[in-house]
Each structure stands twice: as C-alpha cells, then as structure tokens.
C-alpha cells in the first residue's frame, strides 16, 4: 500500500470522530492567512514552532496536503487552550516544555538549529518504544489526581503523553479537516441507505468515511 492510500484509510485504526460544534467553529477559525506562519493562543513560541516540526512528520505532505498545510497545529494550540479542562490544557503546556528541555533548546541552541533527525528520534523513542514501555508511561499517568502529582512523574512518561495527544490530534484535525474530508476521503454530502454485508473495497475502494 502505498502512502497516499495509508492516508486515506487513516480513520480505520484511528477511531471514530465526532465533528462536535465545537471542533468545527475551531478548524474553521484555523485560516491560512495565520502566519508563525500562526499565532499560538497556549503554547509558547517556541513550542508552537517545535509542533509544526512534529506535526509535519507525523503526517507530511505528499500528493495530498500534509496536517501542517492544513493548520492543524493552529488546531492543536486551540483546541488543547479552550475545550478541556484547566487542568488538563496547564498538563498540556507544562509537557511541551519538557519537550524542549529534551531537544536541547536553550540560548545557544535556538529552535531554527534543532535537525529533522533529533525529531524524528525522539518521536522514534517514545512513539516507536515497545507495548510494555508505552503501557508502564500510560500508568504513571493515569496516577496523576492533583498539579503536585505531574512533578512525581518520570519525564518520560510526560514526554510520551504529550507525544501520543499531539499524535492522535493530528490524525483527528487532519480528517476533520473539510479538505480531507471532501477530497481524500469517503464522502457522501447527503448519505444513503445502509449496506451492512459489503466490503469497503467494493462501497468506498477502500477509503474510510469521512466524519
């Protein structure tokens, strides 16, 4: 399978998404004509540029626009900023900083000079770790009642938390998107009946419906 139809079948293994009010009106306000390219309403500066870097390699551009053309790290920032809780968008940010402690950026080592490959090997480290490593950092997590807990928890953990959330929001903004959703895949502006007993090969040529 080739990457273009990888992309189309995203939703397979993703999950369900629910297009709620809410995600529309913020991918609607997520406009091109934001430069950063945009400005981040959460995260720092920095961090924004540090999840455009990640975003565009979880889902880069190929014969069909990438996550980050498609302004899902605008998504990202705004969503995390204005629809959970408190709590969870302060967990949020406190990890993106961690983030940028782990690539080094300091005042010698300003974002700009951070390579594809230091990227790529801290999303390999974390995202690509055995079942039983991303199983023992879910738990660690899952301990977190009270702010004060975070601190106890290993970097790691935080690290790969922050890594799986910006993962699973790019794959959720990228197929909310009306561009995706339209034009890659499955869509039917006004759906027919229901074929229950047909293969998805045969109704869609295997894309997955959009929304």
């Given amino acids: 399978m080739n990457r273009r139809q990888a992309l189309k079948n995203i939703g397979l293994s993703a999950g369900y998404i629910a297009a709620t009010p809410t995600l529309l009106s913020i991918l609607q306000s997520c406009t091109s ?5 945009w400005t981040p309403e959460l995260l720092s500066e920095n961090e924004a540029k540090i999840l455009d870097q990640i975003v565009d390699l979880i889902i880069p551009e190929t014969d069909i626009p990438g996550a980050k053309s498609l302004n899902v790290p605008m998504f990202i920032d705004k969503f995390i900023n204005n629809v959970p809780k408190q709590k969870d968008s302060e967990r949020f940010k406190k990890n993106a900083t961690l983030l940028t402690e782990a690539l080094g950026i ?12 230091e990227y790529d090997a801290i999303l390999n480290k974390y995202l690509r770790s055995s079942k039983e490593q991303q199983e023992a950092y879910q738990k660690e997590m899952w301990g977190i009642k009270t702010p004060e807990d975070l601190e106890k928890v290993s970097k790691d953990a935080r690290i790969f938390s922050y890594l799986s959330s910006v993962r699973d929001m790019s794959i959720w903004g990228f197929k909310a998107s009306q561009e995706i959703g339209e034009n890659v895949l499955a ?4 759906p027919g009946g229901q074929v ?15 929304l």
Avoid: H, M, R
């Avoid at 004509?33 to 390219?37: D, P, T």
């Avoid at 869509?187 to 006004?190: D, E, H, N, R, T």
């Fill in 196 to 210: 229950g007993c047909d293969s998805l090969e045969e109704l869609t040529q295997g894309k997955a419906w959009s």
């Fill in 106 to 117: 300091n005042e010698d080592k300003p974002v700009k000079k951070v390579k594809i490959e």
């Fill in 33 to 37: 004509e934001i430069k950063l390219n």
């Fill in 187 to 190: 869509y039917a502006p006004v």
